[in-house]
């Protein structure tokens, strides 16, 4: 018999207390089902803590399957819990339900779950009340005390890596926005990469050792690096075609149907560079560790690519394009 009705202390035992037993990460002292949750942080760790809401119509459309729902809002904060070089270890869920709804929730656990079987994290507490949909997670993580990465770490000279590709998210938004399928295997990426980005937690926890600076690509590539620049209090020589951008972006029979406000390549490039939601890593290194960064990234199974240097004078400059400098404002209006 289906069920229709739920409170809420019967939905958190159903559904969340459930999943936190099927899906351990780091070891809680005290998890769901009491007032508070207990933790202990090993000697020599500091806590790393981000949360981040979405809201249905604001961050997702509103039909977006459950599934997706749960998967992200959990992806976006490991993504940060990687950006500071720290291991994801526990998480706590706010969840504001229209109605309740089995198959919904049974959708966004799946999604939840999937990620914390790719990325081991423990959910340890939470809320749940009715209202218009919206999820909040709070994620925690370890890193070695003194060495989180942080945006104010690059220094004049510093080498600027991106990881993996960018632009496949904007393209799966176009995709969505434009009512496009995604009949493609290069456009099915783009939008899997929207829906279901894999945050870049192996390469962030590698990093904490080598990196002076890091920041994970969500409002888009160039006013990343800027929140990375303008922290460190310097700027940046780039070169624009260096970045690895979506092949779909690469292939202007797939462009055309974008109607991107530039659709030639160097605007699809543009677009790539500004569009938000990959959850790639931005970072800066001492050149010496150019060699380091490379056999970390191999090991984290994830590519790396240099594109850039960090210099004293403010203002991110192409200098493949006769030193042009960039604007990452300039670049959101397609
Ligand atoms: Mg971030």
């Known amino acids: 018999m289906p069920v229709l009705y739920m409170n809420e202390f019967a939905l958190i035992a159903t559904y969340f207390k459930t999943l936190s037993e099927r899906v351990l990460?780091?070891?809680?002292?005290?998890?769901?089902?009491?007032?508070?949750?207990?933790?202990t942080v090993p000697l020599g760790?500091?806590?790393?803590?981000?949360?981040?809401?979405?809201v249905s119509g604001v961050h997702f459309p509103a039909d977006t399957v459950p599934f997706d729902i749960?998967?992200?809002?959990?992806?976006?904060?490991?993504?940060?819990?990687?950006?500071?070089?720290?291991?994801?270890?526990?998480?706590?869920?706010?969840?504001?339900?229209?109605?309740?709804?089995?198959?919904w929730l049974q959708?966004?656990?799946?999604?939840?779950?999937?990620?914390?079987?790719?990325?081991?994290?423990?959910?340890?507490?939470?809320?749940?009340?009715?209202?218009?949909?919206?999820?909040?997670?709070q994620a925690m993580g370890l890193v070695d005390s003194g060495c989180a990465l942080r945006r104010d770490g690059a220094k004049p000279g510093d080498d600027?890596?991106?990881?993996?590709?960018?632009?496949?998210?904007?393209?799966?938004?176009?995709?969505?926005?434009?009512?496009?399928?995604?009949?493609?295997s290069i456009l099915n990426t783009a939008q899997l990469r929207l829906n279901r980005p894999l945050p870049r937690n192996a390469l962030g926890a590698a990093l904490g050792a080598v990196a002076s600076s890091c920041i994970d690509v969500s409002d888009g590539l160039l006013a990343d690096l800027g929140h990375i620049l303008n922290a460190s209090g310097t700027g940046a020589d780039i070169d624009v075609s260096a970045v690895p951008i979506s092949?779909?972006?690469?292939?202007?029979?797939?462009?055309?149907?974008?109607?991107?406000?530039?659709?030639?390549?160097?605007?699809?490039?543009r677009f790539a560079l500004s569009a938000g939601d990959d959850y790639e890593l931005c970072f800066t290194a001492h050149p010496d560790k150019r060699v380091q960064i490379m056999a970390l990234?191999?090991?984290?199974?994830?590519?790396?690519?240099?594109?850039?240097?960090?210099?004293?004078?403010?203002?991110?400059?192409?200098?493949?394009?006769?030193?042009?400098?960039?604007?990452p404002a300039g670049y959101s209006h397609f």
Not at 86 to 96: I, K, N
Not at 166 to 182: K, M
Not at 248 to 261: F, G, Q, S
Not at 302 to 316: E, H, L, M, W
């Open 247 to 269: 092949p779909a972006l690469l292939d202007p029979a797939l462009v055309a149907p974008l109607n991107l406000v530039d659709g030639s390549p160097q605007g699809a490039r």
């Open 45 to 54: 760790k500091q806590l790393a803590i981000t949360a981040d809401t979405l």
């Open 25 to 39: 990460g780091a070891r809680c002292d005290l998890g769901i089902g009491d007032d508070a949750a207990l933790v």
């Open 297 to 327: 990234a191999q090991q984290a199974g994830v590519s790396v690519t240099r594109f850039g240097t960090v210099t004293a004078q403010p203002g991110i400059f192409d200098l493949a394009n006769g030193g042009v400098m960039l604007t």
């Open 107 to 137: 959708g966004f656990c799946a999604g939840l779950e999937t990620l914390m079987r790719e990325i081991p994290v423990t959910l340890i507490g939470g809320d749940t009340t009715r209202g218009p949909l919206a999820i909040t997670i």
């Open 160 to 184: 600027i890596f991106v990881s993996g590709c960018v632009g496949d998210a904007g393209v799966g938004l176009r995709l969505v926005t434009q009512n496009i399928a995604a009949d493609k």
């Open 70 to 103: 749960g998967y992200k809002a959990l992806a976006v904060n490991l993504s940060d819990l990687a950006a500071m070089g720290a291991r994801p270890a526990w998480f706590t869920l706010c969840l504001t339900l229209p109605q309740f709804s089995d198959p």
